[in-house]
């Protein structure tokens, strides 16, 4: 089975701190997603990759930047925390064919106080 | 640009009763659906995709939708709702290349299953 890997599931921290999260897959998927999900607005697209090295914005990119250095891993940064950013994180990944199904991963929980 | 609507953020049934949650999306393209399910404190798992083949999709636990490019609408129901049934869910629409391809989600619906 197909295993998507976030590092943390809880995590705390301040305003304007630099915030890392990660996110492996270990199948060898091409696209890679970060969505964030909050209450009552589903999950909301905030950037994506489809190669290494690749990525573009999804709808909430403000505030954030990501990484992908190599294909199994993509991390998202948060340059200065904010309070209106807390919020589920989660990551995905998927098979470069078209409407291929999101693998996910279990989602990382962020506070920023 | 695509985008989906869930009609309804909460949905209370009673166990032993049909299921009917409903979706409408928008598209300039013949796009592809799916249905995912978040149990709490789980990760999302899909329960069906419409990729235009037959247009009553079969998913998993007994659920099933229906589409339907008239209404622009992809509902998903289940003739028997169970206690474990009991989750978020959420349709999400990808438009195929020329479109966007990015899969766009729903806010989600909250089942509720009553004893």
């Known amino acids: 089975d197909v295993k998507v890997t976030q590092s943390s599931r809880y995590l705390v921290k301040r305003t304007g701190e630099k915030v890392f999260l990660e996110c492996v897959q270990d199948?060898?998927?091409?696209?890679m997603f970060w969505y964030r999900q909050d209450p009552g607005l589903g999950l909301r697209l905030i950037y994506f990759?489809?190669?290494?090295?690749?990525?573009e914005k999804g709808d909430i990119p403000e505030g954030y930047s990501v990484s992908r250095e190599k294909k199994e891993r993509f991390s998202l940064i948060l340059e200065s925390a904010s309070t209106n950013q807390t919020s589920m994180y989660l990551c995905?990944?998927?098979?470069?064919?078209?409407?291929?199904?999101?693998?996910f991963g279990s989602g990382t929980q962020l506070s920023v106080l | 640009a695509q985008s989906v609507t869930q009609l309804d953020s909460h949905v209370s049934v009673s166990e032993g009763t049909p299921v009917l949650l409903r979706c409408n999306y928008s598209?300039?393209?013949?796009?592809?659906l799916f249905w995912y399910v978040q149990h709490p404190n789980k990760g999302l798992q899909l329960l069906l995709k419409y990729t235009s083949a037959a247009t009553l999709v079969k998913g998993i636990n007994g659920f099933e939708a229906e589409f339907k490019k008239s209404e622009t609408s992809f509902h998903l129901t289940k003739p028997s709702a169970h206690m474990s049934d009991a989750a978020e869910y959420f349709c999400?629409?990808?438009?195929?290349?020329?479109?966007?391809?990015?899969?766009?989600f729903g806010r989600g619906t909250s089942l509720i299953v009553h004893p």
């Open positions: 990759s489809y190669d290494v090295k690749m990525k």
């Open positions: 199948m060898d998927h091409e696209n």
């Open positions: 995905a990944s998927s098979l470069v064919q078209l409407n291929e199904k999101l693998f």
């Open positions: 999400v629409v990808s438009d195929p290349p020329g479109g966007s391809y990015i899969p766009t």
């Open positions: 598209s300039s393209y013949s796009p592809s």
